[in-house]
Antibody, heavy 121, light 109 residues
Framework: QITLKESGPTLVKPTQTLTLTCTFSGFSLSTSGVGVGWIRQPPGKALEWLALIYWDDDKRYSPSLKSRLTITKDTSKNQVVLTMTNMDPVDTATYYC?????????????WGQGTLVTVSS | EIVLTQSPGTLSLSPGERATLSCRASQSVSSFYLAWYQQKPGQAPRLLIYGASSRATGIPDRFSGSGSGTDFTLTISRLEPEDFAVYYCQQYGSSPPITFGQGTRLEIK
């Protein structure tokens, strides 16, 4: 059974760096064809993909946010970490991590519950 | 960058009716790389369809996907009360690898 859970601060100040951790179980991020992605959703708005890390440590970022994002993985801990620098109130959103199946579906087939991050002074 | 445009923005239907949701891509998308998600208030999205037409595990057969190239469709044959939600399409490509549509809200008429 695959599960994912996001953790991190619920409130950050403008200009600060956000660090979110996705802790997962039921799969290994060293297995070929597997990835973990981050997606966010501002209140009442659409989903926005942020970053994706593959089993082979290849990394992809949203072009509009690339300069502010870093995604890393710790296979031994079953964790993926996303950092986003220079936070702004427009970054207020629910942040999701999700399991990405590259070899069969190229889609996010398992999602965490999400964590709401508010950016405010 | 491939842009996905979903229509309509809001669809108002009654239970038992048929729903047809559209997702149009700005460039051709391989059918293998097109997925649909359902999201209910306060919940994470749920994968419904991958590969344009394959139902994910546990998804009822009233949900079906079709299309190719730049035009894709999600059809719900007979709406159940629990189907009223927001639906997103998503594509996997080269650069950037992932984009989502802006969503279609399916509401009870």
């Amino acid at each position: 059974q695959i599960t994912l859970k996001e953790s991190g601060p619920t409130l950050v100040k403008p200009t600060q760096t956000l660090t979110l951790t996705c802790t997962f179980s039921g799969f290994s991020l060293s297995t070929s064809g597997v990835g973990v992605g981050w997606i966010r959703q501002p209140p009442g708005k659409a989903l926005e993909w942020l970053a994706l890390i593959y089993w082979d440590d290849d990394k992809r970022y949203s072009p509009s946010l690339k300069s502010r994002l870093t995604i890393t993985k710790d296979t031994s801990k079953n964790q993926v970490v996303l950092t986003m620098t220079n936070m702004d109130p427009v970054d207020t959103a629910t942040y999701y991590c999700a399991h990405f199946e590259f070899s069969t579906s190229c889609s996010f087939d398992y999602w965490g519950q999400g964590t709401l991050v508010t950016v405010s002074s | 960058e491939i842009v996905l445009t979903q229509s309509p923005g809001t669809l108002s239907l009654s239970p038992g009716e048929r729903a047809t949701l559209s997702c149009r891509a700005s460039q051709s998308v391989s059918s293998f790389y097109l997925a649909w998600y359902q999201q209910k208030p306060g919940q994470a999205p749920r994968l419904l369809i991958y590969g344009a037409s394959s139902r994910a595990t546990g998804i009822p057969d009233r949900f079906s996907g079709s299309g190719s190239g730049t035009d894709f469709t999600l059809t719900i044959s007979r709406l159940e009360p629990e189907d009223f939600a927001v639906y997103y399409c998503q594509q996997y490509g080269s650069s950037p690898p992932i984009t989502f549509g802006q969503g279609t809200r399916l509401e009870i008429k």
